[in-house]
């Protein structure tokens, strides 16, 4: 009698493995930063969202669902709708505005390669 069960490809715990390194740390240190009281920005709390959904992203793609690659583009258009703080002046109120920009554009281009990655799986059967 054939088996009819798919073996999990080594690449998709490895990468759902870094995925998860990855934005786990960020996320942490986001939420332990709104926690708190030293994020208060609206910026700060949409790039810890970004990272908060990149980990969901991650556990979905180790438990092999599709749903990793609608959580990997939530984290890349949080990050893209904070592109635009790359060219806002600086302030005496938020200097550091051109480095959340720089965060949200990792966030993005981690965001589509992981999604990129996600639906490559899903067409290949490995994601249910």
């Known amino acids: 009698m054939e088996s009819t069960t798919q073996k999990t490809?080594?690449?998709l715990w490895v990468t759902g493995g870094l995925a998860l390194v990855l934005f786990g740390w960020g996320a942490a240190f986001g939420i332990a930063g709104l926690v708190d009281g030293t994020y208060t920005?609206?910026?700060d709390l949409a790039w810890t969202s970004g990272l908060t959904f990149g980990v969901l992203g991650a556990v979905t793609l180790i438990l092999h669902r599709r749903w990793a690659m609608f959580?990997?583009?939530m984290v890349a258009v949080i990050g893209l709708?904070?592109?635009g703080f790359l060219v806002s002046p600086q302030s005496p109120t938020?200097?550091?505005l051109p480095i959340v920009g720089l965060n949200g554009f990792m966030l993005?281009?981690?965001?589509i390669g992981f999604f990129a990655y996600a639906r490559s799986m899903a067409r290949s059967g490995v994601l249910r």
């Open 9 to 11: 490809p080594l690449h």
């Open 41 to 43: 920005d609206s910026m």
């Open 71 to 73: 959580l990997f583009a």
């Open 81 to 83: 709708t904070s592109l």
């Open 94 to 96: 938020s200097p550091s």
């Open 108 to 111: 993005m281009a981690f965001g």
